[in-house]
């Protein structure tokens, strides 16, 4: 019996190696939270009161091009428009004050893990960085898309952007913003969206997902137009 009880030790040894080591993963990644009870689709009849289909705006709102963006954080062609296009939006387009870009949640039924990525993106909004947290969710789409649980995944997200992660916790537990996502994307279910993304220009939809080049030819038509209506009216005054 002796010699079985010494031939086991070092088998205890290990399973207390295992069991430091999973009690370090759980502090780091915080086993959690636990995945919202979440659904994409949306009972757009019965709402809660006070629940505003506002977006995440970047630009002036007095700005003459006002475009709505209609996005689902786990959709390819989204991440594909976050990745290559929307920085010259953000970088080149929205600082010259001509553009408002208004982000607008749409989770798409089918990706089970958007909702949570939506309600989290929206977390992050409380502390002042939605867009820190919007880069890292698209730029790590291929990651979180088919974890079990892809919060643990959000929480490195969120402290390699520099959020409080216990803040973080308490919003996404409480499902705070979750009514206001719904009300966004009731909104773009009442504009037609069927798909993501989807972008309307000053209230009317473009008919392809626009590159660069196009949303600044867009941009500058609207403005030449908007100018020069003023002093054409102006001309005709007697």
């Avoid at 019965?46 to 630009?59: H, I, Q, S, W, Y």
């Avoid at 939605?130 to 789409?141: I, K, S």
């Avoid at 279910?189 to 009317?204: E, K, M, Y």
Wanted: include cysteine; aromatic fraction near 8%.
């Amino acid at each position: 019996m002796a010699e079985a009880g010494r031939s086991l030790k070092p088998f205890y040894l290990l399973l207390g190696a295992i069991a430091v080591v999973g009690a370090v993963l759980i502090a780091v990644f915080g086993g959690g939270p636990a995945m919202p009870d979440l659904a994409a689709s949306s009972d757009c009849q019965n709402l809660p009161a006070g629940a505003p289909a506002k977006g995440v705006a970047l630009g002036p709102d007095s700005a003459k091009v006002k475009i709505d963006e209609y996005s689902d954080f786990e959709c390819p062609w989204c991440a594909r428009f976050a990745v290559l296009t929307e920085p010259d939006v953000r970088q080149r387009l929205v600082p010259t004050g001509r553009v408002r870009w208004r982000y607008m949640n749409f989770p798409l039924d089918g990706h089970p893990n958007s909702p949570a990525a939506h309600l989290v993106a929206a977390c992050a909004l409380e502390q002042g960085k939605f867009w820190q947290m919007h880069d890292a969710l698209y730029m790590g789409q291929s990651d979180w898309t088919e974890a079990r649980n892809p919060m643990r995944l959000f929480l490195q997200y969120a402290n390699r952007i520099g959020l409080n992660t216990d803040s973080l916790r308490a919003c996404v537990t409480a499902k705070r913003p979750w009514p206001e996502i719904q009300a966004e994307k009731c909104e773009g279910i009442r504009l037609g969206v069927g798909g993501t993304p989807a972008f309307f220009v000053n209230g009317h939809p473009l008919s392809d997902i626009p590159v660069y080049d196009d949303l600044v030819k867009i941009v500058d038509s609207i403005t030449a137009a908007t100018a020069a209506a003023p002093a054409a009216t102006g001309g005709r005054k007697r």
